[in-house]
């Protein structure tokens, strides 16, 4: 049974709603592991979050339970009835192999381990498609040891344009995400594989803001300036340079109101979604922390 808004477990309401905000600030799924995914969306609906970042992973929402369709419709009535948007994540590091994260992924050598991962992303196109998610998120995962770049670059681009065979057709964009320790860590090469499908209308960058100032050479806002034209979602957490560890606002070495303000100037549309993967432990208390700094950061960088 769906509940209404405002019933949090915890007693507290943060009240109705600020104004809409220029910026529309998420929460990933990731980050709540320990709680029911029907109750991560009513405690960052009372929060006072946009939407979430819904990751498909073994415990909020798994992509091969045979239960899926059903599952899928409830969930569908639940982010109506909590006024909640979503984007898709398919990061989840073991939901293909419980030995070696991000295994397989559009480079493995065997053509069948390949299509498993093709097989995740359709599934979670049609998942998109019903839960009214505009994009599904990708990324490359590390190359096989040894593989020749040109080869892996091949294969990545003719896996994304399988996928977005699957997709395109059903309004679903594909947001690649750069991250540190993978074939496609930057937003350069994020572009140069946008190039090799083609220039691609449905093919996307999702821009992580830490990971931009874990392993890019250029500042992080001339990163971002560098995706805007291609930009769908922003995944925002601190971090230090060299180091890929998602951390809470403050705890690191970004500056975030001069990131907002630009981001608000772009007119970006889609959410940008806090991914603090360590902090599921208390994490009610973590994303409320987040998003006071985020709208406290907005206000002082425009």
């Known amino acids: 049974m769906v509940e209404a808004p405002g019933h949090g477990g915890d007693g507290q309401d943060s009240g109705?709603?600020?104004?809409?905000?220029?910026?529309?600030?998420?929460?990933?799924?990731?980050?709540?592991?320990?709680?029911?995914?029907?109750?991560?969306?009513?405690?960052?609906?009372?929060?006072?979050?946009?939407?979430?970042?819904?990751?498909?992973?073994?415990?909020?929402?798994?992509?091969?339970?045979?239960?899926?369709?059903?599952?899928?419709?409830?969930?569908?009535?639940?982010?109506n009835a909590a006024g909640m948007t979503v984007t898709i994540e398919t990061g989840a590091?073991?939901?293909?192999?419980?030995?070696?994260?991000?295994?397989?992924?559009?480079?493995?050598?065997?053509?069948?381990?390949?299509?498993?991962?093709?097989?995740?992303?359709?599934?979670?196109?049609?998942?998109?498609?019903?839960?009214?998610?505009?994009?599904?998120?990708?990324?490359?995962?590390?190359?096989?040891a040894g593989l020749d770049e040109e080869i892996a670059w091949r294969r990545l681009a003719a896996g994304c344009e399988t996928v977005l065979e699957h997709a395109a057709p059903r309004g679903i964009t594909l947001g690649f995400e750069p991250e540190p320790d993978t074939f496609v860590d930057t937003v350069t090469r994020c572009l140069r594989l946008r190039d090799l499908l083609g220039g691609h209308e449905r093919f996307a960058i999702t821009f992580d803001v830490g990971h931009a100032h874990c392993v890019e050479d250029a500042p992080v806002l001339d990163c971002l300036r560098l995706a805007e034209p291609h930009l769908v979602n922003v995944r925002i957490e601190d971090m230090v340079r060299g180091v890929h560890r998602h951390l809470e606002f403050g705890l690191g070495e970004i500056d975030f109101p001069p990131l907002l303000a630009e981001l608000a100037?772009?007119?970006?549309?889609?959410?940008?979604?806090?991914?603090?993967?360590?902090?599921?432990?208390?994490?009610?208390?973590?994303?409320?922390?987040?998003?006071?700094?985020?709208?406290?950061?907005?206000?002082?960088?425009?």
């Open 265 to 302: 100037a772009m007119g970006h549309q889609g959410l940008v979604s806090v991914e603090i993967q360590e902090g599921s432990a208390a994490a009610p208390d973590v994303a409320r922390r987040c998003l006071d700094f985020l709208r406290s950061s907005l206000t002082n960088g425009t």
């Open 93 to 144: 590091p073991y939901l293909l192999d419980p030995w070696r994260p991000h295994h397989p992924n559009l480079m493995s050598e065997a053509r069948e381990d390949r299509e498993v991962r093709i097989d995740l992303l359709r599934r979670a196109s049609w998942i998109a498609q019903e839960l009214g998610s505009p994009t599904v998120q990708l990324a490359s995962g590390p190359a096989p």
């Open 16 to 79: 109705p709603r600020p104004s809409a905000a220029p910026l529309r600030f998420g929460y990933g799924t990731n980050g709540f592991t320990d709680h029911r995914l029907e109750d991560v969306v009513w405690v960052l609906a009372d929060l006072g979050y946009d939407g979430l970042a819904l990751t498909l992973d073994q415990g909020h929402l798994d992509p091969y339970s045979d239960a899926l369709p059903r599952r899928v419709s409830h969930i569908a009535r639940l982010l």
